[in-house]
């Protein structure tokens, strides 16, 4: 059985930062695109970053863009979300997900239980 399993997340102050991981197990992560997405209390999920099979292109939402970096460790089959100046706005529940910006959504069910990000002074 696939297993996403998000940790990291936590309650911080504007300016703080985080560092999400997502441990991949009984799934070929080495061989997966991969993106974190994020979703805030009363909203649907929104895509957040992307990375490619071998770490080497990133993409990321402008909204995060400068201020969060995406890497992975497929020796440790993990995904990393480095959050720094957080703000309130970032508060949500974060996701890894399989795909990219166009196709996270249809892996819906390999999602983890997220980790819980807030932001509040």
């Known amino acids: 059985e696939v297993r996403l399993v998000e940790s990291g997340g936590g309650l911080v102050q504007p300016g703080d930062s985080l560092r999400l991981s997502c441990v991949a197990s009984?799934?070929?992560?080495?061989?997966?695109?991969m993106s974190w997405v994020r979703q805030a209390p009363g909203q649907g999920p929104d895509w957040v970053s992307e990375?490619?099979?071998?770490?080497?292109?990133?993409h990321y939402a402008d909204s995060v863009k400068g201020r969060f970096t995406i890497s992975r460790d497929n020796a440790k089959n993990t995904l990393y979300l480095q959050m720094n100046n957080l703000k309130p706005e970032d508060t949500a529940i974060y996701y890894c997900?399989?795909?990219?910006?166009?196709?996270?959504?249809?892996?819906?069910?390999?999602w983890g239980q997220g980790t819980p990000v807030t932001v509040s002074s």
């Open positions: 997900a399989p795909g990219d910006y166009t196709t996270y959504a249809m892996y819906v069910e390999l």
């Open positions: 990375i490619n099979r071998d770490g080497g292109i990133t």
């Open positions: 009984e799934f070929s992560f080495g061989n997966w695109d």
